[in-house]
């Protein structure tokens, strides 16, 4: 398939993910009818389908292993949100599922990012290792202290506490490495901002759990979280176009 037609058919998907979240939360918002909810779940099979088949295009090149990573990634977000969206296929606690295959799913941005860093030769700079540790350090700090303010002290899902502070950990890492790689390479500024909304949509989305939806704000945790995947979906696409300078 040439170029153009690529660039139109994932230009197309998001489109598709355009019109069943952000468009979609919006008229919930407006019209004060929650059943608008129902379709969100549905943008990231839409995302994840667009990121397999960027890896489809990509397979045979040096950053294929990135994008099935990548990909990866966003498909197991995407199977915890349908086993969050639909109590039919549950057969225990969500959090209990979701929360391994979001981890999961972190593992796979973390390696998809770092070998995307490594082909462009972002990891060869001297000062790669310091932005890197620093990151990781910051967003730890800020992940635990959100986690500390919002789900600690509560009584409700108690069970969930320390399954939680550890998937913040996976999250917060995640979101460092794309925040290293885009301070250092403009070019993956938008995963970098990806990772930061994950980040702070599971902030909303501890309120919504662990706080009772306090004034309502949790609600804000799919906004966020929709268009933090799609940064990094996308972002990934975008900064793999540039020419691969090492092996």
Not at 46 to 69: E, K, M, Q, Y
Not at 109 to 130: D, E, H, I, Q
Not at 191 to 211: H, P, T
Request: charged content about 10%.
């Amino acid at each position: 398939m040439k170029p153009f037609f690529r660039f139109v058919l994932i230009l197309v998907f998001w489109l598709v993910w355009f019109g069943l979240l952000p468009c979609t939360f919006v008229a919930g918002v407006v019209t004060g009818d929650g059943s608008w909810s129902r379709f969100w779940w549905v943008s990231s099979v839409v995302l994840s389908a667009g990121a397999w088949i960027n890896w489809f295009w990509r397979r045979r090149d040096r950053l294929g292993f990135c994008f099935a990573c990548i990909a990866m990634g966003m498909t197991l977000g995407m199977l915890a949100d349908v086993y969050g969206a639909f109590k039919v296929i549950r057969f225990t606690e969500p959090l209990t599922m979701i929360i391994p295959l979001f981890a999961l799913g972190h593992v796979g941005y973390v390696c998809g990012t770092l070998t995307l860093a490594s082909r462009l030769g972002l990891t060869g700079r001297p000062k790669w290792m310091k932005v890197l540790v620093s990151a990781v350090v910051v967003y730890c700090f800020v992940g635990l202290g959100l986690w500390g303010a919002l789900v600690y002290p509560s009584d409700t899902l108690t069970s969930m506490h320390v399954p939680t502070a550890v998937y913040t950990i996976f999250l917060a890492v995640a979101a460092a490495v794309m925040a290293a790689v885009a301070w250092l390479d403009r070019r993956f500024l938008a995963m970098g901002i990806g990772g930061a909304l994950f980040l702070i949509s599971d902030g909303f989305l501890a309120v919504r759990l662990f706080q009772d939806n306090w004034r309502g704000i949790g609600d804000l945790c799919w906004i966020t979280y929709g268009i933090g995947q799609m940064l990094i979906v996308y972002g990934a696409m975008a900064a793999g176009r540039a020419r691969p300078v090492d092996a």
